[in-house]
């Protein structure tokens, strides 16, 4: 069954807009909520992550958002670029264990 | 430059044939996953193994498919026999205890005719 809800399955945004994808998750004992980004013809690459300690998390343009009553975390691209037009997948796991993904989101930015 | 290495990138093979996919995981990594991601499922978690010992292969058709880890250096999934609803991209991704970050391959595309 699918353990992380990703939201929406795709999303167009224009250049300098703000892109926000949405993620929950059911399993309580998860304590470790990456984003990975993928381009075509690549693998995942781990592009930011939080635990749910903070609620919080700020890297450049890309900021994590964690709702943790909610069981909800979400990423927000800021001032979006054409080179983040890929695909995102959010993931929790526990440990380090069993991580599992969201089912993706294929961003579009317009240029 | 560490990282997965996965064979072979592209794979074309009759239904009913064996197919085996191979990973290199990234030196001194004890976890190593197997994905599959396909357009309708995203990414779904076949296996996962810590220090070549079988975690999880609870997301695998154990009727057809096997993973291994032969050694610290090599993880193996084969599908015998395949069928054509197994066409997808295969990844391999590798990290190690108290570690976080997974490390993907470039994955293997699998097309069964």
């Known amino acids: 069954q699918q353990q992380v809800k990703q939201s929406p399955q795709s999303l167009i945004v224009q250049k300098g807009g703000i892109s926000i994808i949405n993620c929950a998750y059911e399993?309580?004992?998860?304590?470790?909520f990456p984003w990975y980004q993928q381009f075509p013809g690549k693998g995942p690459a781990l592009l930011i992550a939080?635990?749910?300690?903070?609620s919080e998390k700020k890297e450049g343009r890309f900021t994590i958002s964690f709702n943790k009553s909610a069981k909800q975390f979400s990423l927000h691209i800021m001032d979006s670029q054409p080179g983040d037009s890929a695909t995102y997948f959010c993931?929790?796991?526990?440990?380090?264990?069993?991580?599992?993904f969201g089912a993706g989101t294929r961003l579009t930015v317009k240029p | 430059d560490a990282r997965v290495t996965q064979t072979p990138r592209h794979k074309v093979t009759e239904m009913g044939q064996e197919v085996t996919m191979r990973c290199q995981p990234i030196?001194?990594?004890?976890?190593v996953f197997w994905y599959r991601q396909t357009m309708m499922q995203g990414l779904e978690l076949l296996a996962y193994?810590?220090?070549?010992?079988?975690?999880?292969d609870s997301g695998m058709p154990k009727d057809r498919f096997s993973a291994e880890m032969p050694d610290a250096t090599l993880a193996t999934l084969k599908i015998q026999p395949s069928e054509p609803r197994d066409s997808a991209v295969y990844f391999c991704?590798?990290?190690?205890?108290?570690?976080?970050?997974?490390?993907f391959g470039q994955g293997t595309r699998l097309t069964v005719v």
């Open positions: 993931a929790a796991s526990k440990d380090n264990n069993d991580m599992r």
């Open positions: 399993n309580t004992a998860f304590d470790y």
């Open positions: 991704a590798s990290g190690f205890t108290g570690g976080t970050e997974a490390f």
């Open positions: 193994f810590r220090n070549r010992a079988p975690l999880d």
């Open positions: 030196l001194g990594h004890n976890t």
């Open positions: 939080i635990r749910p300690d903070v």
